[in-house]
């Protein structure tokens, strides 16, 4: 075994920015230089230190792994690699088990080993993709109340409009809950995810306004409220929360405090990376017009006037190649992390316990030794393209895959299939892009789209700028 302080990197000595800096300036772009510099194992720092998404207290380094190989290393060797949250770092009062934090925020990132193994199986059946897709009906009817006034707004900002949808989608199926019903316990669990996950980027960042306060202030209400619909979920309406209750496994009954973090999670996990997606779904297709096209063709072909039906959706392949498609250009899970444990190895190296590990998804989806002109949204790519589960990985793989990988497909499916035959979305004439990588892919400032009643439409070219454009071509 290689020493790890010989693993390749920038040099400490040499270094004439702060790494931690250059990467946070543009994670993917930094990212991609290290790879190309340095190979598939490379320390963000040689000779590790400082951790990048774990306080330097907590981590003896940070390596990125790139690849495909050095993914399923990872992947394939969970005891080796752990998972970890991302949330207690921030709140020493985690480590209390009485804090309502804590208990909201323990769910399957926060398990390893047996535990995770076990958890996992109490919550998995749900998922299953013949439940899923039994709320067609709803993501098509939350669809259209969220989006009824979007044409008369003028331009939206596509980023705050996906993450509204999302969340009312995932509230209503994780929990049981209409959106409208509900519009205070709504806006409450939004803002304060928000405030959550403003605290892990102000933590990266070193934001001077970091709101964890807030987060705290509001744990112990939100536990009260998620608590209450565990109680209530047997007299609900068919949902995640309600399976949970009703259909567990003999002697998997989950307990009312490990349910109420399991829907966190679910709500957590769920809502930025369905928002991201049906973001840079919509966004890819309102700068590939042809695709658009073709894929609202189709739509209309299935619906002929109808509903959508599991069957109909099914049948839609296209449909099925733009979303499989946009997760690889644009993976809302870009880079992915574990934490290494005593006698973990990555190529020649032994990695130390408590080295930060990064694998990203999004490089491997850009490699040009898998995918034909990497760089190019072609949906068409995937009538014949049969990527290993390492060389296609939107939702990681391994035994700690996305569990809400089905679902979130269905909810994709779900919001195209209303808006497209409906709307043409149209971006401005002149837009700049910026990626941004906090836990999801989200681009970097507003991203405006001008909604068109489709009988209105007469589609015309925008000039896309900005850091997009060293990882995707545009026509
Ligand atoms: C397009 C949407 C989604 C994407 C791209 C996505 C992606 C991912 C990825 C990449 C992982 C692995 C993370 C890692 O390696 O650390 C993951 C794990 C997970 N996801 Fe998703 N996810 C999505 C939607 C959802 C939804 C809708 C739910 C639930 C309602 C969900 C629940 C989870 C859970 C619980 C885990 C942890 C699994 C475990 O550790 O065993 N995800 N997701």
């Keep these: 075994m290689t020493a790890y302080h010989l693993i390749p990197g920038p ?8 790494p931690i800096r250059s990467y946070l300036a543009d994670p993917l772009g930094h990212m991609s230089i290290l790879y190309e510099r340095y190979g598939d194992v490379v320390a963000l720092v040689r000779g590790g230190n400082p951790g990048l998404y774990l306080p ?5 380094g940070t390596v990125f792994a790139f690849g495909p190989k050095q993914a399923e290393v990872i992947l394939r060797n969970p005891t080796q690699f752990h998972s970890h949250s991302l949330i207690s770092p921030l709140f020493p009062e985690c480590e209390n088990k009485d804090s309502s934090l804590r208990r909201i925020t323990t769910g399957l990132f926060s398990h390893n080993g047996s535990v995770h193994q076990c958890q996992r199986k ?7 993709r013949s439940f899923v897709e039994t709320f067609s009906p709803d993501i098509t009817c939350i669809t259209a109340e969220i989006t009824s006034t979007w044409d008369q707004k003028g331009p939206i900002d596509l980023a705050q409009e996906s993450t509204t949808l999302a969340l009312a989608i995932l509230w209503h199926i994780v929990l049981g809950e209409k959106g409208k019903e509900y519009p205070h316990l709504l806006s409450h669990t939004r803002s304060w995810l928000e405030h959550l996950i403003g605290a892990s980027k102000g933590y990266t960042l070193n934001l001077p306004d970091n709101p964890q306060d807030r ?3 509001e744990a112990s209400s939100i536990e009260a409220t998620f608590r209450r619909l565990w109680q209530e979920a047997l007299q609900k309406e068919q949902s995640i929360l309600t399976q949970l209750c009703r259909h567990a496994p003999q002697g998997a009954a989950l307990s009312e405090t ?14 930025e990376t369905v928002a991201s997606s049906i973001l840079w779904t919509l966004f890819l297709l309102a700068s590939h017009p042809n695709q658009m096209a073709q894929l609202t063709e189709e739509i209309e072909g299935h619906l002929n006037g109808g509903d959508p039906s599991a069957e109909t959706i099914r049948h839609m392949t296209y449909l099925d190649h733009v979303i499989k498609e946009s997760l690889r250009v644009l993976p809302a899970a870009p880079i992915c992390w574990r934490i290494a444990q005593q006698g973990a190895h990555l190529g020649p190296w032994e990695i130390p316990a408590g080295t930060e590990v990064i694998y990203s998804p999004f490089h491997i989806h850009h490699l040009a030794g898998f995918y034909d002109q990497p760089n190019t949204f072609s949906p068409d790519r995937w009538a014949t393209l049969r990527p290993s589960a390492f060389e296609y990985l939107p939702f990681s793989a391994g035994p700690r895959k996305c569990i809400g990988a089905s679902l979130a497909t269905h909810i994709i499916k779900g919001v ?3 808006l497209l035959p409906r709307y043409h979305f149209q971006l401005p004439d002149r837009i700049k892009v910026n990626l941004q990588v906090g836990i999801t892919l989200q681009p970097a400032a507003e991203l405006p789209m001008k909604i068109i009643p489709r009988h209105l439409a007469s589609p015309t070219p925008s000039e896309i700028e900005g850091n997009i454009r060293h990882h995707l071509k545009f026509q």
Aim: glycine share 8%; no cysteine.
């Design 11 to 18: 040099d400490p000595a040499s270094a004439t920015s702060d």
């Design 56 to 60: 330097e207290t907590t981590t003896t």
């Design 122 to 128: 109490k919550v998995m059946p749900p998922f299953q």
């Design 215 to 217: 987060v705290r202030d």
């Design 258 to 271: 490990e349910g109420i973090g399991h829907l966190f999670t679910f709500v957590m996990a769920g809502y």
């Design 416 to 418: 195209l299939i209303y």
